[in-house]
């Protein structure tokens, strides 16, 4: 076994007890202290950990040589600077979604860690549960064939955020997921964006993303805090199956379909008519893969000391942020044009190396 | 008991026995006679119903005085000759969806049935499932308070149609529904349709459409024909309670969710921060009101009936036809304009009196 | 193609009707007469398959040397009767279940067919599903190792009938299934039944069946008219695969999964703690075989015409009605006791050849 | 504020932990020691729960005048004793289900209890979730009308218990529950249990459970460890409505139907004719009332804490425990006997007061 990784996690707000229970638990890791400006709230999380250092101050923290990464729990508006600060203190990240709350700063961000030869890794969670791990395992392995439509439905009777709308609150689990099945990543050059605030909230609550995909397939999103039902639900249509993620149904969280719409090989370059007489349906049977019981965040815990050993890209890389980012953040260009169709900065972070 | 009108039906194909059947069996109707250019079929038909007469000649048919009503289910590209010739020779109509093939040709004929005092129905048969009648009876009695969303699913692995896209073949259900709960019919200035085609079948076979109401809120609807798993579900959301109408789910096709936000109503002038100290949840009982078992198809053609005997215009009249179609037509401008939101035409049929 | 064979159908009440629809549908088979007392109700089924000859005289009917069989829908007292003339007139026979109202009845039926070289057939129309010829044809190829229980549920809200109670009413559905899915029928050597008729109707409402089944096996059936909710749904446990059949669920009807408990064979002859130490758990995928889309009834006349054609037993033959009647007289039998074990009566019927 | 009760939590295992974290974090009382002759297992859960006392000795616990209950999750078959000590030593006591191994024991810590005026509460877990408390709420404000029926479903692939076998692991919680909503507790004189071990493990893995209720109703419990899916479901029939609880799906969790099947209430007396033409059906709406979130160890400890307060029986007083254990007992006999109805033993312990 090699020596344990050290590190801190900051900020112990709604997300940060989570990352530290998973830290302590983990062989990979000694979780060697948590730092929040608010010490109490920092004690609290130590307490039900175990009782490990405590401390409000950032900088000592960074300080501490023994330190090797930092877990970022903080507010989004403050992980450009506290993720900064980090690399320059040559610590490894992985920092909460979204990655920033801009692409100019969440770029930055990238290629300071990239100059530096550091891991920031997104915490893009979901993309570490079982269900997700075997969707990309599946589509990796060809066994969707080519990726015809992704259809993402979160839902829910939710709290409205004082500080972000419904797209920034929950799209970013979506389309991390997309972007983390799709080989390649999502790869949408525009986003249409239509938003509803009926209650007069002053944001969004009800949104919708419409993402087209390469080779005249489509992604769409539809999240919503107003719901009295709760659905958290992927459609995956692909040319050879069709994968339904019902995260909600514990007893069959995967189906795959063999269930579809064929076109006969020869008829694509030909006319309709001869198109329609080459169309035929597969009825086929369903399958439910098993999926081991794993906690998302401990697989997450795993693969970021994992990227740091081995001096690798993690799974869900700083790249991989920046991509939702730059959707996110073209999302909000579509919705002040009333929905119109609004490109995706790809000048910056769509280098997926 | 007054006395029984005479119903022809036009059009032998797939809904045509379906009508044939409810005025067969409709003690408001005679059958008397079923026309088709094929004779063959009509004949087929006719043998289903118990024997009634066949014809091949629309002329014959519309010539017989004895003939009080047409129900017509033709393709749609047929709709407005058929529907004219029959309004010229004074008989009332019930055309399927869609109303016409264009806006301009459905104004037309709802302005001559107008001036004709002719009873034009647009046989919108979800609209008289028991789950919509009593959608509509809800938020007409305001148990729903103000509507904020409608968010309508409706996909499956379904045909591939050769003339028509999934808009024009699925979304007239979903547009018609709304357009019968929303108390004033639809009213949606833009529409924003996304469409994919991603088999090459040269038609969208996926499609979204967003929709803006007054007051702030949102209409959308999701069509699909490459889905393996068929969802036929609306949730309409309003500021008293939330509704979720299930039609796959024959024990509880409609909840009604006693749950929901408010904001308290001092608060809407003020500011935002002011505001989310007054946003509360409400987490109520969730009801199930049962329906009776009624044939949507029977209650359509009394309907037909009682419009005719009242002189009045029948709840899916063709305005409500007609706004459909405007909002289709918007669509397919939409998709044109790769999603930006296209105005509705609301010259034609807006007169919803 | 040989020559169709023609049938009666006897009985135009409940059943009839479906039975001469699918007569008349079928290839094998030409609809030759509808036989009930009530000749206006006769008139009424042939009218709606197109007309076909009545008839208010069973007598003549069999008379006739060019019926070939009959297909007998009366009510159950009155089967011995009807079944026994028919084979006297040289008529293959199917019969709806229960196949008598006596085991003593139900016997000399199956031996005079016997003797007579005929088809006496017992409709079980829940056996010719899609779903439960594919249980069959599962079993049969081993795919769920040796059967360890079968827990059957057949609740919803029904009609109390006057003449027979839960048990006669709907427990014929599941005891003829797992006859017919088990090899070589049902093989339980006593019953016990419990019975509840908590309105005072004179008759139970609610009934459970247990049955043991050879090797430590058991089979449970539970039947309720009063339920609020409808539950059809059978669970079959084998030592490789367990299969879950649930009849309401049209997306997936059948799911066959590979999880269970498996116990290492050496220790099957050694003590509990050693038996305890060699216990595992599977936790394997889920399968849902997909299933054609076909009637029932469809299957059911088809397999009676290859049956009279090839001179064999149909796959529901009468002693599988004798062995469905033998638990229902012995459930009857234990009722009398308070829930005692009753012993079936397998004197008769039970030579499975 | 009253002051806060001392505890002791007995048992280290698998239950006592959640004792413990509920017990530390009620108002009403204070965790005082974690007691186990495991010491460090003892330890690992004091650590849990922010580090208080432990001791290997029950003897030194109970010889503590600080504690004023203990609360006991040991093996079933040492609660006799350790009660017995408990209750010697002046403390209240809550105990894990089963109340003791055998009928005779539990009568006589019953006895002990009222005599010392102490309380005895068995630790009936299920009885105090939210669901349970509204089902045992509506059934005493007579929504129900009089219970007809109840079945109850507890099946999953479950661990094969080395000690106990299905009845005596899973039956219990069916059994409380059902003894707490029923006004008076349950009241079966007889049960009839039908066991099977198909896999030869030594004892039953699937097990039946039919209960005659006074009236005429009836309660049946089906346990099931060999099972792939889960099931949790209990429905109780009643005059005026049905009850529906599916405790695995928290978004409806319970449901009430007021549909059922009515009798005219002069046709009782009359003959069976008669009463056929009095019946009727009710298909009226469906309520799901909303229920709490709240944990149900955190109810139980308070309603520990207040029949100590208070003086009185706890709502799943030792009596109930001791219902609960007479119906295992006579399940047992019935078992010796093949499944005969065994009566139940009302000797002891039937005195509800």
Same mark, same amino acid.
């Given at each position: ?66 330190? #090797?990464?930092?877990?970022?729990? %903080? =507010? *989004? ?7 900064? $600060? @980090?690399?320059?203190? !040559? ?31 997104? #915490?893009?969670?979901?993309?570490? %549960? =079982? *269900? ?7 589509? $990796? @392995?060809?066994?969707? !064939? ?49 938003? @509803? ?157």
């Amino acid at each position: 076994m090699t020596e344990r990784l050290n590190v801190a996690v900051v900020g112990a707000g709604y997300w940060g007890p989570n990352l530290a229970r998973n830290f302590a638990a983990s062989s990979e890791w000694d979780l060697a202290v948590i730092c929040d400006l608010d010490i109490e709230r920092a004690q609290q999380v130590s307490d039900r950990v175990g009782g490990v250092p405590v401390s409000a101050s950032l900088d000592e923290v960074l300080a501490d040589p023994a330190i #090797d990464a930092v877990a970022i729990a %903080t =507010p *989004a508006r403050t992980h450009h600077s506290v993720v900064m $600060a @980090a690399l320059a203190a !040559g610590k490894h990240v992985t920092v909460e979604k979204p990655l920033a709350d801009t692409v100019e700063r969440g770029h930055e961000m990238v290629e300071t860690a990239r100059a530096e030869g550091l891991v920031l890794m997104a #915490d893009h969670t979901y993309c570490y %549960t =079982p *269900a997700v791990l075997k969707i990309r395992e599946l589509i $990796a @392995a060809g066994d969707l !064939g080519d990726i015809l439509f992704i259809d993402s439905v979160r839902i829910n009777l939710g709290l409205i955020q004082p500080d972000v709308d419904v797209f920034w609150d929950l799209a970013p689990h979506d389309l991390s997921i997309i972007d983390f099945v799709l080989p390649g990543g999502i790869d949408s050059a525009t986003v249409s964006a239509h938003g @509803a605030d009926p209650l007069r909230t002053g944001k969004s609550c009800i949104g919708y993303l419409a993402m087209p995909l390469a080779g005249g397939a489509m992604a769409h999103v539809h999240v919503n805090w107003l719901s009295p039902t709760k659905i958290r639900q992927m459609v995956i249509g692909g040319t050879k199956r069709t994968l339904v993620w019902d995260d909600l149904n514990p007893q069959q969280r995967l189906s795959v379909y063999d269930r579809g719409v064929d076109l006969a090989e020869q008829s694509k370059a030909t006319t309709t008519d001869a198109r329609a007489a080459n169309i035929s349906y597969r009825l086929g049977d369903t399958w439910a893969p098993a999926l081991p019981e794993k906690e998302a965040l401990s697989n997450m815990t795993a693969e970021f000391a994992s990227a740091i050993r081995d001096r690798r890209e993690a799974r869900t890389d700083g790249a991989s942020g920046l991509r939702v980012l730059s959707i996110l953040e073209a999302a909000k260009g579509s919705l002040g044009r009333d929905g119109a169709p609004y490109p995706v900065d790809t000048t910056h972070g769509t280098d997926r190396t």
